[in-house]
């Protein structure tokens, strides 16, 4: 990551040839009602799996047990995001805080297709998945 940029974490969850996204809250600064992939911002100090981890305790109440690199690209002029497929983890998804009003299971072709993504980046990501 380039000097100066902040750190971005999200998770592509993968089950049954299915990817789950959130649909971030209409009260969120940040890209409100919009499908998203779950995760959030990398604090000072901390490693990207540190911070996926944590992400997707504290948003789904999940612990990741598999995590394969996927892709990173810029958000804006000040941020990058890295994303992770995760093929494996303990506990069930569940949303527990108010980041998301709304989880939902999509084949990457579906979620590709939706209008309201958090990034036009994620069709490419989506496209490139072998589930």
Sequence with gaps: MQPGRIG?????????????????????????GVWDIIGGHVEPGEHNARALARELEEELGITPMRVWPTGEFDVGETHTLFVYLVDA????????????????????GEA???????????RDIFATLRI
């Design 8 to 32: 971005l974490v999200g998770a592509i969850l993968v089950k049954d040839g299915k990817l789950l996204l959130g649909r971030r809250s209409a009260s969120k600064k940040n890209y409100p």
């Design 89 to 108: 983890w303990s506990g069930e998804p569940a949303i527990r805080n108010d980041e998301h009003s709304e989880l939902g299971w999509f084949t990457p």
């Design 112 to 122: 590709a297709e939706l209008n309201e993504l958090a990034s036009p980046h994620y």
